[in-house]
């Protein structure tokens, strides 16, 4: 006789079909979170998922994040499902979190296919909105939750869900709850699972254990009390748009070095063990440059390549806000222009310091330009960085898992974007929080086509539930 | 018994309600040319300005410019208006050109009254949308016929009328028909006469005899096929803001040095002649700060201000096509961005050479960046500077006819913007050409509560009226 995962395995095999049905049903509701005409779809995608859970004996229940102020309009919040299966003190007690909001999707964007319609092509991937992110992680631990029930297994450990509506749109209202259920409803969490993000390329699994934070800076460049014609005030008067380039062509340079004086000093060297992870990951450098469309990279190593991205900070210019930006031509001397750019920390990077920083360098600056107009600066977002012990019995749990499901050990990645969720978790559970990907590198989350293939799908939902099993085995230190 | 100049002076004094109430009956007519749905409006008060033409005894004309592209959708073009009052060969010939199409303007941009409702305030101004730009002017050469048929007057000249109804949108189809006409309609031509601008400040009226031009550039940075997401890319391949940046920060110091080497080469040094002309203008830098809304000039005197205004050239940055531009935050890495900028030329910078230096020097400054990102740069629009002689006899006669009305002699100014009709009349007709405002420095053509003083509509009318006498007694060199 087989053991109760080698059945759930053999199991989630056989049953693919019935999983990707599941796909389906929940693509073709077009849970959108940014378009409040979508608004209803993102609660009954919520109901679909209660009552799916409430079907396989879960006990559910849900929290009301309240209102939104949309440019205005107040509307509905989605709920934050909390559901439960097996509240054994015997076992650990595993959370894991989703989201059940998507990405907009319009047929005319370039979708060769009706985002809202699952379709399988010919080399098995599971074309939709949502499949990827987040729909299908979500129904992949469903989906192990109904194996067991099916096959009559215990579940190695009691699950706790939290499932949230508003991800793809700032997850409004989330992180109140998640404070606030920390000694509630999470108070028995023994580790914290998250399946939204992506493996490093397109053949290997992964498990994350890090994300670069993100602080983001208004730079406010102020002069006439409106715009002016440059034929007019051309040279008679200091310009915000020619002081603002000024300063801020001195944040970085075209190689990316940030010229901040300060900013690198906390930056963790990469230590000897770190350094060691880099060597065989599943990435090439023709993978960035498909990425990318172009060969426009810095560095000319995966490793170096990826500790920039992963572990090291950047500085990228996004935009001005009150500039001429249509196309054609505009004379104008914009009035009041705002510089917008961000700084991606790492390890052991303060966010409160880089705002010093960055103020007294652009005030600095500034100065220099002997200019009469009025420069202010701000920090408008600070989401601090986040990383995991890829030791902990937890990735070790996981690791395990890979190695049983795929064959392989799995890469030992970060991220250089933020998961802000993951820092919330494990700043109000105070638990070792866990990045498990479903799907690959090239899924387009937030683009045309998105897709999971249809492997990725049922070897995940095989690597979810055998995550639990060894959770279950595994000896906190 | 009085001069017939005289008699039309007094003349005029008494008639100026029926001037006003003229004036009244075009503002009336919204003849905005920017907008598709007041179309219909510009063509009547082209049929407005046809019969008061031919009320006076004009021969009028006009001629069909044809149809307009309006973002795809074809749009007839209002006619341009030729008329002619008197065809002595022993007499010289004045053209005079107008424009009786209108900015936008709607109530609740800020106007305190209907902006199509001409009000007089308790100051004497004429309230409404093109009482200064440009319907009054035109007007006030009726007014001159008018009170000519009147008195039983012969006009001192033969008069020449082009009028045109889509200066506010690009003038489409003007130069054509100038150029087409020179030597049939305009053949007899023999100076130009053109009331579209303003005087300096608010209490001396001007001539002027010169403008700069402009050349408008477009600096493209080209990276990844599509927008990228910073998190994932930053620090890691070329950012075509970054590079932008570099270059667009390398064109112009905060104090309005252009930095373009070889750019201020064919620049004319100021002649002890022109130097003159500074001592005595009737403008402060307090007008400038008021104008502005703020004490930030460059310069600390009205001399080097006004200098730098009408005769050294200048270099504006006025937006990116292509980055984030909106309030709140984004974090993107724009795959494509569009510099734009311009530069304000004088004699004798030649527009061919000056994208040859522009061209030669962002391309250094660019290689020197070592990205791999592509630039291209390419000059979307170059309009010639334009300057007469102020010694012109046409100049002298409008300068007596200033000291006639006025009893001051006029301040000679230029102007920082471009008239483009200014050159095509030159350089079709290759006959001098002479701006003459009417409206004062504060009249806020394209703003809100745009008003023309009663006083210059009165005066000005006496002032286009005298200019004509003086024309005919100037012994032309
Ligand atoms: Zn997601
Ligand atoms: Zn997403
Ligand atoms: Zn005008
Ligand atoms: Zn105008």
Redesign the interface.
């Known amino acids: 006789m087989s053991s109760p995962v080698d059945t759930f395995i053999e199991y989630a095999e056989k049953n693919q079909e019935a999983y990707i049905d599941r796909l389906r049903k929940a693509v073709a509701i077009p849970s959108v979170s940014g378009d409040p005409a979508y608004r209803k779809e993102v609660f009954r995608m919520g109901e679909f998922l209660i009552d799916e859970l409430k079907a396989l004996g879960a006990s559910v229940e849900t929290r009301d994040p309240g209102v939104q102020d949309f440019h205005g309009t107040p509307l509905p919040l989605p709920p934050i499902v909390l559901a439960t299966i097996g509240t054994d003190p015997a076992k650990k007690t595993v959370l894991v979190y989703g989201h059940y909001d998507v990405q907009p999707a319009l047929k005319e964007d370039g979708w060769n296919t009706d985002p809202f319609e699952l379709v399988e092509d010919e080399k098995h991937r599971l074309i939709g909105r949502g499949s990827s992110d987040d729909k299908g992680p979500v129904l992949g631990w469903i989906n192990v939750v109904e194996a067991h029930k099916e096959l009559g297994l215990e579940l190695p450990v009691n699950l706790k869900f939290c499932l949230e509506g508003m991800e793809e749109s700032g997850s409004e209202g989330l992180d109140d709850i998640i404070f606030n259920e920390a000694d509630k409803y999470f108070k028995d969490v023994d580790v914290v699972s998250i399946s939204d993000n992506y493996w490093l390329g397109t053949t290997k699994p992964c498990v994350t254990y890090g994300l670069?934070g993100?602080s983001?800076f208004h730079l406010t460049v102020k002069?006439?009390?409106?715009d002016?014609?440059?034929?007019?005030?051309?040279?008679?008067?200091?310009?915000p748009?020619?002081?603002l380039?000024?300063v801020?062509?001195k944040l970085?340079?075209?190689?990316?070095k940030i010229l901040i004086p300060g900013i690198y000093d906390n930056v963790l060297a990469v230590s000897a063990e770190e350094e060691k992870t880099y060597d065989d990951l599943s990435f090439t450098m023709q993978e960035?440059h498909d990425?990318?469309?172009?060969?426009?990279?810095?560095?000319d190593s995966v490793k170096d390549?990826l500790q920039?991205?992963w572990r090291?900070?950047?500085?990228?210019?996004?935009?001005?806000?009150g500039?001429?930006?249509?196309?054609g031509?505009?004379?104008?001397?914009?009035a009041r222009v705002v510089g917008?750019f961000?700084i991606?920390t790492v390890p052991d990077m303060e966010p409160k310091q880089i705002t010093e920083l960055v103020e007294k360098y652009v005030n600095e600056e500034f100065a220099k330009?002997?200019?009469?107009?009025t420069m202010s600066i701000s920090c408008?977002?600070a989401g601090n960085h986040w990383v995991a012990s890829p030791n902990h019995w937890n990735y070790v749990a996981a690791s395990n898992a890979v190695e049983k499901v795929f064959g392989v050990k799995p890469d030992l990645t970060r991220?250089?974007?933020?998961i802000p969720v993951t820092l919330s978790f494990q700043d109000a559970l105070k638990k070792n929080v866990l990045l498990l990907p479903m799907g690959r590198g090239d899924d387009g989350a937030h683009s045309t086509n998105e897709k999971l293939d249809r492997s990725n799908y049922v070897s995940g939902i095989k690597l979810l539930g055998t995550y639990l099993y060894e959770v279950a085995e595994a000896k906190p230190e």
């Open positions: 670069r993100v983001y002069g006439p009390k409106a002016l014609h440059s034929g007019v005030f051309g040279a008679t008067i200091h310009e748009m020619t002081d380039f000024a801020m062509s970085v340079t075209p190689k990316g960035l990425a990318v469309g172009n060969e426009i990279n810095i560095h390549t920039h991205r090291f900070p950047s500085l990228s210019l996004h935009g001005v806000e500039a001429f930006y249509n196309p031509d505009k004379t104008v001397i914009p917008k961000s991606r330009l002997g200019s009469k107009n408008t977002h991220e250089g974007g933020s």
